[in-house]
């Protein structure tokens, strides 16, 4: 009786036995999420440093903004969950709106200012997505509908401003923007590792 008790793999059928080495691997990256959202809420901590900046200044780092955020998404496609398709194209959408703010941040910033309220909509509508697709494994998923739909909301009030305000505005939203994600990125990182411990 000890030994089974020893081995709880014992009596279990294979494939529960396989899916709960699956979960425990998968979420021994929770680490992961930690370094991301320590690392947007120093990106935060910069941006909102800035009284006012250069456009190129801006320009590059909403660049560097939707980069880390390409790249997260990127790394979710690499798991196996379902729906890995929505943030493959969203992880597509964030890497080409960073190419062009590398390429032409001067542009890019009088674009970005006179699409800002298209932008923070995308953002806002990926994570009401990303919080429904969750919802099913992340306890806190409604702390990223919340953080999509602050977001959404932003965005309906940013498209009707003047572009001077809107130069402004950009600076300071880029600067919640990263700070809620890395808020998001955070909790979602400590849940994962309970998850993780559970197993």
Same mark, same amino acid.
């Given at each position: %009786?000890?030994? #089974?008790?020893?081995?709880?793999?014992?009596?279990?059928?294979?494939?529960?036995?396989?899916?709960?080495?699956?979960?425990?691997?998968?979420?021994?990256?929770?680490?992961?999420?930690?370094?991301?959202?320590?690392?947007?809420?120093? $990106?935060?901590? *910069? $941006?909102?440093?800035?009284?006012?900046?250069?456009?190129?200044? *801006?320009?590059?780092? *909403?660049?560097? %903004?939707?980069?880390? &955020?390409?790249?997260?998404?990127?790394?979710? +496609?690499?798991?196996? !969950?379902? #729906?890995?398709?929505?943030?493959?194209?969203?992880?597509?959408?964030?890497?080409?709106? &960073?190419? $062009?703010?590398?390429?032409?941040?001067?542009?890019?910033?009088?674009?970005?200012?006179? %699409?800002?309220?298209?932008?923070?909509?995308?953002?806002?509508?990926?994570? %009401?997505?990303?919080?429904?697709?969750?919802? @099913?494994?992340?306890?806190?998923?409604?702390?990223?509908?919340?953080?999509?739909?602050?977001?959404?909301?932003?965005?309906?009030?940013? &498209?009707?401003?003047?572009?001077?305000?809107?130069?402004? +505005?950009?600076? *300071?939203?880029?600067? $919640?923007? @990263?700070?809620?994600?890395?808020? !998001?990125?955070?909790?979602? &990182?400590?849940?994962?590792?309970?998850?993780?411990?559970?197993?």
């Amino acid at each position: %009786m000890s030994e #089974h008790t020893a081995n709880p793999g014992i009596g279990m059928p294979a494939e529960q036995t396989g899916l709960g080495e699956k979960v425990r691997e998968i979420t021994g990256y929770w680490w992961v999420g930690l370094v991301a959202g320590i690392t947007w809420l120093v $990106i935060s901590l *910069v $941006i909102l440093q800035f009284d006012s900046a250069s456009v190129t200044t *801006v320009g590059v780092l *909403v660049g560097v %903004m939707f980069l880390l &955020a390409g790249v997260q998404n990127l790394a979710v +496609t690499t798991l196996p !969950v379902e #729906h890995r398709w929505v943030p493959a194209l969203f992880s597509v959408l964030f890497l080409v709106s &960073a190419v $062009i703010c590398f390429v032409d941040p001067v542009s890019t910033f009088a674009g970005l200012a006179d %699409m800002l309220g298209f932008l923070f909509l995308l953002v806002g509508l990926w994570w %009401m997505t990303q919080a429904f697709l969750e919802r @099913a494994i992340n306890p806190t998923w409604w702390l990223t509908l919340i953080s999509g739909i602050l977001m959404t909301g932003i965005a309906f009030w940013t &498209a009707g401003q003047l572009f001077a305000t809107k130069a402004y +505005t950009l600076l *300071v939203f880029a600067g $919640i923007w @990263a700070l809620m994600q890395g808020t !998001v990125d955070i909790v979602r &990182a400590f849940e994962v590792r309970r998850l993780n411990k559970g197993v």
